[in-house]
């Protein structure tokens, strides 16, 4: 990967994370459009991994750690899994499909910890249903962020490669990427 590449991908991805800070509606954020970016976008999959995630350690020492962390953390390297699958030439519209589904099985995940991890609802299956209705408003705000950051992060990307070819990716590094030699 070309230097100028890795540091518009590295600087996106950090980017959209510490979006954290600025204002914003509960769990309208940029972090699971960033992890599933890295997977997309990053080569190798450990990297596709770690900068996501050293990211998020670094905006929670700030902003603070929760016993909901460990959670959060195996989400969004789902996320990022969701990311592995997708092709980076694919249309937008693909992107905001796994930005959307990414944004489902961060709510199943987090919803479910929530439910094993904090004496809010009752051990038994009612407890969990309602743990699961009550994490409804925060779905629909993550849902509409990760489908708009998605776009945003991808869309700037293309439009950035458009400008300025050095970081563009080369067919060999695309198929090396691609078919796991590197």
């Not at 009612?126 to 705000?141: Q, R």
Request: charged fraction near 10%.
């Amino acid at each position: 990967m070309r230097f100028q590449r890795g540091l518009a991908l590295l600087a996106l991805i950090v980017g959209a994370i510490f979006s954290r800070f600025l204002p914003h509606p509960p769990n309208f954020t940029a972090v699971g459009a960033a992890a599933v970016f890295a997977g997309v976008m990053l080569p190798g999959r450990w990297l596709s991994l770690v900068v996501p995630l050293a990211a998020m350690v670094v905006s929670d020492a700030v902003l603070g750690f929760h016993a909901l962390v460990p959670a959060v953390y195996l989400a969004m390297c789902l996320g990022t899994a969701l990311g592995w699958q997708l092709d980076r030439e694919r249309p937008l519209w693909t992107f905001a499909g796994v930005g959307a589904l990414s944004s489902v099985q961060f709510y199943v995940v987090t919803n479910f910890a929530v439910w094993v991890q904090t004496d809010m609802y009752p051990k038994n299956a009612a407890g969990l249903l309602s743990c699961y209705v009550a994490g409804i408003p925060f779905l629909e705000h993550m849902l509409c962020g990760d489908v708009v950051f998605i776009l945003l992060l991808v869309g700037a990307l293309r439009l950035a490669e458009r400008g300025w070819p050095a970081l563009r990716v080369s067919q060999d590094f695309a198929a090396s990427v691609r078919y796991g030699s590197l």
